[in-house]
């Protein structure tokens, strides 16, 4: 019993630590948190002893492994949507605590019988290094594909050609930045217009800009932007979506063109190892953006959803088929 007691004490401080280092759950969370997560760690020591110090760690982490996710399906299952959002963000980082904990407290019982300095000693360093090296790697992935996204938008309008979009009430004005200008200039004629920068392309449709958005993922706010450029010309009536990807280096800009039933051009070419997917979807309330981001090692990411975000000035809209004018016939009488 006594044996039992150690364990579990070691366990859950074990949890509490690395929980609080690593953000994966508030103090008060990880300290009710870790004293039923510490039940199992301790109840197995009689298994840990049985198979000794090499072969304890690795039962110990496999368990943690398994603990951490039967707590994600619990609140899969029976948590809020807001819950399960933030388990999610954390599940990576909740499996490598879970597991450098149990496997610690596995070896501090494998070795208790030798002393209490040295179990204590190895159970430390060992749960130290699992702890450091996952978090250290969901850290890197989480900065190069969990930052920010940077979302330009320019549309369309049906004004004469010294004229500018007039601004809704209420709606901000957006202008280029010297980076996105010459950027713009590699791929289209950039002028200046009444309204600020005019872009048009090569069948003449010019381009202003609509509203600038940034969308942060809550788990990594302060990562490096990435920055996407979208130029739509006329927005083809009903329901629409486009895929654009965001590509892995976090430095480069794409710039997207929006063509019809989902056709696309990007500038970069798309990749094939994109990390980050903008879905680009038109509905009669707005623009909705989804953020889908790739992580190399699972899906690691929820969805992040914005929208729909609504107009800051009026933009061109298609035709329905329906509503175009049939082409007038001069040879009906022949």
Known sequence: MKGFAFTY???WA???VAAALTGVASVPDAFF????AAIPAAALRPVHVRIGARFAPVFGAAVGSVWASLMFLKVRWFGTPDNLAAASWMLGTDIAVHAAAFAGAALFSALQSRGTGLAVGAGLTLSAAMSAIPYGVIAAIDHQVAGPVEVLFLASA?????????PLAGATAVALSPDET??????YLVTEGPGGAVVQDDLNRRYWPLWRKRLTYPGNPGGPVRRLIVLAPALPPGAQTWQIPGGSDPADRTVAHLGPDGALRTHPLSSSRQSVRLDVAL?????SFDVVRISPVGDMYVTLNTGPLPWTFPASVEEAPGERRP???????R
Do not use: C, Q, T
Request: proline content about 11%.
């Open 158 to 166: 049906d004004v004469p050609a010294a004229e500018a979009p007039a």
């Open 14 to 16: 074990l949890l509490l």
């Open 33 to 36: 948190g870790g004293l039923v």
């Open 182 to 187: 010459s950027l713009l200039k590699e791929l």
């Open 9 to 11: 004490w070691f366990a």
């Open 283 to 287: 509905s009669p309330g707005g623009l």
């Open 327 to 333: 082409r007038p016939k001069f040879d009906a009488g």
